[in-house]
């Protein structure tokens, strides 16, 4: 069982930066998943934002986001984090922590344990 809680979220302005950090417990994080983002906004589906591996090295990001988002873990501190810049007013959603067991995907329901999302909210 894992445990994810996001923390981060925020309102800015656009153009700006925010750093969504996502802390995990339970079983041995590093061993054994690979983590997103997800998002969801008002009125629309949850969709994939960005996913590493477990050990780091591969990652993946939706073209909505590619070039402006950075994700990444620390392993050492049970952590995954997105870094957002360049933030748009479309980017505006609910941001999701999620854990898999495959070894990469960008399919919502590959992945097995979520966190209750914290809130992203640009202005324009």
């Known amino acids: 069982q894992v445990q994810l809680v996001e923390s981060g979220g925020g309102l800015v302005q656009a153009g700006g930066s925010l750093r969504l950090s996502c802390a995990a417990s339970?079983?041995?994080?590093?061993?054994?998943?690979?983590m997103g983002w997800f998002r969801q906004a008002p009125g629309k589906e949850r969709e994939f934002v960005a996913a590493l591996t477990h050990s780091g090295d591969s990652t993946i990001y939706a073209d909505s986001v590619k070039g402006r988002f950075t994700i990444s873990r620390n392993n050492a501190k049970n952590a995954v984090y997105l870094q957002m810049n360049s933030l748009k007013p479309d980017d505006t959603a609910v941001y999701y922590c999620a854990a898999t067991w495959e070894l990469l995907s960008t399919t919502e329901t590959r992945f097995h344990y979520w966190g209750q999302g914290t809130q992203v909210t640009v202005s324009s």
């Open positions: 339970g079983r041995t994080f590093s061993n054994y998943y690979a």
